[in-house]
C-alpha cells in the first residue's frame, strides 16, 4: 500500500460519511433552521424546542433512508475488502 492508495481510501470513506450522513444532517439542519426562525418570530425561548423536533426528524429519516445508508457503507466496506485481497493493485 503507497500513499495513493492510502488517499484513495481515506478519500473513499469520506465520501462514504457524506452520503450516509448526509440525509439526517440535512434534516436536522433545515428543522433547526426552521425552530430558530420560529423562535426569533415568538421570542419563545424554550429549551426543549430545539431538540425534541430535532430527534423526531432525525429519527424520521434515519428510519426511511436506513436502507440507502446500509447500502452505501456495505459498497465501502466490499471495495476495502476487495482492496485487501487484491493487496492494493
Do not use: C
Request: aromatic share 8%.
Amino acid at each position: 500500500m503507497n500513499e495513493a492508495d492510502a488517499l484513495d481510501l481515506v478519500q473513499s470513506a469520506i465520501w462514504t460519511i457524506l452520503l450516509a450522513a448526509g440525509p439526517a444532517v440535512a434534516a436536522a439542519m433545515i428543522v433547526g433552521l426552521i425552530i430558530a426562525l420560529f423562535q426569533a418570530l415568538t421570542q419563545i425561548q424554550e429549551m426543549t424546542l430545539t431538540f425534541i423536533p430535532k430527534i423526531v426528524v432525525i429519527l424520521t429519516i434515519t428510519a426511511l433512508t436506513g436502507s440507502f445508508m446500509g447500502e452505501r457503507i456495505y459498497m465501502f466496506t466490499e471495495q476495502v475488502y476487495g482492496r485487501i485481497v487484491t493487496g492494493f493493485d
